[in-house]
C-alpha cells in the first residue's frame, strides 16, 4: 500500500503546472476566506473557495494520461478516486467553515434584518454554497469527458439550481440550523454522486480540449 502511495505521488509531480496549481490554489482559497469576512451577503464570494479545489483535480486528472500513470495498477483512481481524496475534505471543511460563520453573524444584531430574516437569508446562503460545490464537481468531472455535454449540463442544471437555491429565501422560511444539517447532507450526496459519474464515465479518455485548457493553466 505504501508503495503504491509513493508511486502515486511520484505520477502527480510528473504534472509539469503542479506548483503553479498549488500556488494557484492557495491564493484563491485566501482570496474566497477575505471574501467571506468582509462580505457577508455576495454568493460570488463562495466562488473562490469551490475554484481552489478544482486546481487539485485537474492536476490529478491531467497525470492520469501520461505513460507511467496508465501502467500503474492504480490508474483508474486516479481519475475516479484520488482527485476526491482532496476535494471532497477540502468542500466539506470550508463548508463547515463557513456554516460556523454564518451562525457568528446571525448571533450579532443587524441593522434592517430581523433574527428571523438574517437566518433565512444566511441559511440560503448556506443551502446554495452546498450546490454550488457539488454542481462545480459534476461540471469537472463532465468537462474533463466531454465537453458538449459539461457545456449542457452548465445551462440546464448548474445555472438554474444556483439561481433557485440562492432565491430560496423569498418563498420558504428557512431555519438556520436545518440549513446547515440540509447543506451537509446535499455536500455527502453529491460526493458520493460525483465518485459514482466519474466511475461512469472512466471508460472515456479524458477530453483533448481538457488536456489544452489545463496545460495552458
Given at each position: 500500500?505504501?508503495?503504491?502511495?509513493?508511486k502515486i505521488?511520484?505520477?502527480i509531480?510528473?504534472?509539469?503546472?503542479l506548483?503553479?496549481q498549488?500556488?494557484?490554489?492557495?491564493?484563491?482559497?485566501?482570496?474566497?476566506m477575505i471574501?467571506?469576512l468582509?462580505?457577508h451577503?455576495?454568493l460570488s464570494?463562495m466562488?473562490?473557495f469551490?475554484?481552489?479545489?478544482?486546481?487539485?483535480?485537474m492536476s490529478?486528472?491531467?497525470?492520469?494520461?501520461s505513460?507511467?500513470?496508465?501502467?500503474?495498477?492504480?490508474?483508474?483512481?486516479l481519475q475516479t478516486?484520488y482527485?476526491?481524496y482532496?476535494q471532497?475534505p477540502?468542500?466539506?471543511?470550508t463548508f463547515l467553515?463557513?456554516?460556523?460563520?454564518?451562525?457568528?453573524?446571525?448571533?450579532?444584531?443587524l441593522?434592517n434584518?430581523?433574527?428571523?430574516?438574517s437566518?433565512?437569508?444566511?441559511?440560503t446562503?448556506?443551502?446554495?454554497f452546498?450546490v454550488?460545490?457539488?454542481n462545480f464537481?459534476l461540471?469537472e468531472i463532465?468537462?474533463?469527458?466531454?465537453?458538449l455535454?459539461?457545456?449542457i449540463?452548465?445551462v440546464i442544471i448548474?445555472?438554474?439550481?444556483?439561481i433557485?437555491t440562492?432565491?430560496?429565501?423569498?418563498?420558504?422560511?428557512?431555519?438556520?440550523?436545518?440549513?446547515?444539517?440540509?447543506?451537509f447532507?446535499i455536500?455527502i450526496?453529491g460526493s458520493l454522486l460525483?465518485?459514482?459519474v466519474?466511475?461512469?464515465l472512466?471508460?472515456?479518455?479524458?477530453s483533448?480540449h481538457?488536456?489544452?485548457?489545463?496545460?495552458k493553466?
Open positions: 500500500m505504501k508503495k503504491e502511495i509513493k505521488i511520484t505520477i509531480k510528473t504534472d509539469p503546472h506548483k503553479s498549488l500556488i494557484l490554489s492557495v491564493v484563491v482559497f485566501l482570496l474566497g471574501g467571506e468582509l462580505s451577503s455576495n464570494n466562488i473562490f469551490t475554484n481552489s479545489a478544482i486546481f487539485f483535480f490529478i486528472v491531467n497525470t492520469s494520461g505513460g507511467l500513470a496508465q501502467s500503474s495498477p492504480s490508474a483508474k483512481k478516486v482527485p476526491f482532496i471532497i477540502l468542500y466539506i471543511i467553515l463557513i456554516s460556523i460563520h454564518r451562525l457568528y453573524i446571525v448571533s450579532k444584531p441593522p434584518l430581523s433574527l428571523q430574516e437566518y433565512a437569508k444566511h441559511g446562503l448556506i443551502l446554495a452546498s454550488l460545490c457539488i464537481m461540471y463532465l468537462f474533463s469527458k466531454r465537453t455535454l459539461s457545456i449540463f452548465m448548474f445555472i438554474p439550481t444556483i433557485f440562492s432565491m430560496l429565501d423569498e418563498f420558504f422560511k428557512i431555519n438556520m440550523k436545518i440549513a446547515i444539517a440540509i447543506g447532507l455536500m450526496a460525483s465518485i459514482l466519474a466511475n461512469l472512466y471508460k472515456y479518455p479524458v483533448a481538457f488536456m489544452k485548457e489545463n496545460n493553466a
